[in-house]
């Protein structure tokens, strides 16, 4: 019940392999750091991103090139419909990246994706993969172990530490989330908060029919299935656990534990 297939379609997701079948469903974070550290990341270095300092000028990434924006000309899209376009001479570069001056990319271990914004005031820390037609927005502070799939947002003043986003997830504003699991096509409402740390020592443990289970994890934030919304203002105990198409009301606190398919909490 509590397996992956139990949350999530993973059949269009690139890193499909973190999990696996038969597994506890938050067993993914558990490998999320061996996984990421034998990833092989494309070479970032030139003297256009300087490692930890923001970026003086907008740099664009296409085909393995490192381009300075100031000889392209750009146009602001909606970046996960593709609206991020990038031309030379009236011509555009298919699949071009952007990442605007003032961002901070601190460490090389960073995969920046096809057709992705990197907007001015965010931080970035490797080791961290951005899927393609993401959008990371002003003020996001990327803490490390992350990984997005494709068109995910990774929001505005929003903190995020070693934590799975699937395709289409998006947390747009002033959200926290740690050690945690975003599905497909969710979405979190302005100031969601996933707590991943009990007051208590020991393990995060959930309770299912009854029963509870140890989680083996000293920080577990929360997993959201296929499709599931937060309302804005909301907070997720630690371990907490929501199946697919649930919903979580505005300023409601959602108790630790397994909610399953249609929960609506209020």
């Known amino acids: ?3 992956a297939s139990s949350f999530f379609d993973l059949s269009s997701f690139q890193h499909a392999k973190l999990f696996t079948e038969g597994d506890s469903v938050w067993t993914a974070l558990d490998r999320l750091n061996d996984y990421m550290a034998d990833y092989s990341y494309p070479s970032l270095q030139s003297p256009l991103l300087p490692d930890g300092v923001p970026l003086p000028t907008t740099v664009v990434l296409h ?3 490192i381009l300075d924006a100031a000889i392209l000309e750009i146009q602001y899209g909606d970046t996960t419909k593709g609206g991020l376009l990038v031309s030379l001479n009236g011509e555009i570069l298919a699949g071009a990246s952007v990442i605007m001056a003032g961002a901070v990319l601190l460490g090389r271990r960073i995969e920046v994706g096809r057709g992705v914004l990197i907007e001015s ?4 820390k490797s080791p961290t993969i951005i899927g393609e037609m993401s959008e990371v927005r002003h003020g996001a502070y990327l803490r490390g172990c992350c990984l997005a799939g494709k068109r995910c947002i990774l929001g505005h003043t929003t903190e995020i530490k070693h934590t799975i986003f699937l395709n289409d997830a ?5 959200a926290y989330l740690g050690d945690s699991i975003l599905g497909t096509n969710t979405n979190l409402g302005a100031g969601t908060k996933f707590a991943n740390l009990r007051f208590l020592p020991g393990n995060v443990s959930i309770r299912v029919n009854g029963k509870r289970i140890d989680t083996g994890r000293r920080k577990f934030g929360a997993i959201l299935g296929d499709n599931t919304q937060t309302g804005c203002n909301s907070v997720t105990n630690p371990g907490t656990l929501f199946g697919k198409n649930c919903i979580l009301m505005p300023n409601t606190t ?13």
């Not at 005031?121 to 970035?124: A, E, K, Q, T, V």
């Not at 959602?254 to 209020?266: E, R, V």
């Open 1 to 3: 019940m509590l397996s």
């Open 63 to 65: 085909e393995g090139k």
């Open 121 to 124: 005031g965010s931080l970035i």
């Open 170 to 174: 998006k947390a747009g504003h002033f």
């Open 254 to 266: 959602a108790p630790s534990g397994y909610h399953p398919d249609g929960t609506l909490l209020s």
